[in-house]
């Protein structure tokens, strides 16, 4: 996804974003939606394709936490990268659960460093498609023992291999 594609829903009181910083978005082909309660949230990310949600966890007229769990736990609005942003720093527990933020920025946020922490979490949130076949062969390791099998085809973001072994997801292989 390209960073000129984006449409960020910022979750904030203040209005995170100034005049001249949506101007500065919206140079780079970033679109700023804004809301203030969470019914407006829950109605943006239902009727348009929002790219990623941030959230100023310091912004108490909505529970970030909450929203955010409870959107990674719909089918619909879990791919949604969440971040939070705030000028306090973020409980551990929040940080390292299953249905917490993406990414945590501190405040306050200079443009460009957020932008680059954006395109970062989007790549990594994003696959390219375009794939290329490939007819050679893998030669790995799993369980300690070699194994081979034919490679299927390549992308950016790696190798698909072709194999009748039972290998558990996410198991790693050398």
């Not at 659960?97 to 957020?114: A, C, I, T, W």
């Amino acid at each position: 996804m390209s960073i000129g594609s984006v449409k960020l829903l910022m979750v904030d009181e203040k209005r995170m974003t100034t005049d001249l910083d949506n101007a500065g978005y919206k140079k780079l082909g970033i679109t700023v939606k804004t809301a203030t309660s969470f019914e407006a949230v829950d109605r943006l990310v239902k009727e348009e394709t929002i790219d990623v949600i941030v959230f100023n966890y310091d912004f108490k007229d909505i529970d970030s936490v909450q929203t955010c769990a409870l959107f990674k736990s719909r089918n619909e609005t879990a791919d949604i990268p969440i971040i939070f942003t705030s000028v306090q720093s973020l409980p551990k527990k929040i940080l390292k659960s299953h249905l917490g933020p993406d990414l945590f920025v501190e405040q306050p946020v200079p443009r460009s460093f957020f932008i680059e922490k954006v395109k970062t979490l989007l790549d990594e949130k994003t696959r390219d498609t375009s794939r290329v076949d490939h007819g050679g062969m893998a030669i790995f390791d799993w369980a300690g023992q070699p194994a081979e099998c034919e490679i299927q085809d390549l992308s950016q973001s790696g190798i698909l291999l072709n194999t009748n072994l039972d290998i558990p997801n996410g198991e790693t292989v050398s």
